[in-house]
Nanobody, 125 residues
């Protein structure tokens, strides 16, 4: 059963923007931290951003600070990743994930319990 589904990826020129969405079918989505991760070709998954359950606490990987914004709408059971000033090095498969442990917001993939299948983001020069 697919619990998280990403959308919004695509091909964009450098300097452009995309907004990724992560729609959840989890009953307790509003209780979970949501993280966005990415996996570049031939590389390990890496942390991008995370947001706590009420949307107030956010955490970003250094290379995306000031360019990416994570947010959520618990009424819609959806999280977002707004990406601006995109660079070719942002090219990757982007996945969202939820952490069932409350009051924890982190970058460790092992902390996250459910994962979406990912959406491809390609940034051209």
């Amino acid at each position: 059963q697919v619990q998280l589904r990403e959308s919004g990826g695509g091909l964009v020129q450098a300097g452009g923007s995309l907004r990724l969405s992560c729609v959840s079918s989890q009953r307790s989505f509003s209780s979970y931290t949501v993280g966005w991760f990415r996996q570049k070709s031939g590389m390990e998954r890496e942390f991008v951003a995370a947001i706590n359950r009420n949307g107030i606490g956010t955490y970003y990987e250094d290379s995306v600070k000031g360019r990416f914004t994570i947010s959520r709408d618990n009424a819609r059971k959806t999280a977002y990743l707004q990406m601006s000033s995109l660079k070719p090095q942002d090219t990757a498969v982007y996945s969202c994930a939820t952490d069932y442990t409350q009051n924890r917001v982190g970058q460790t993939p092992d902390w996250y319990d459910s994962w979406g299948q990912g959406t491809q983001v390609t940034v051209s020069t």
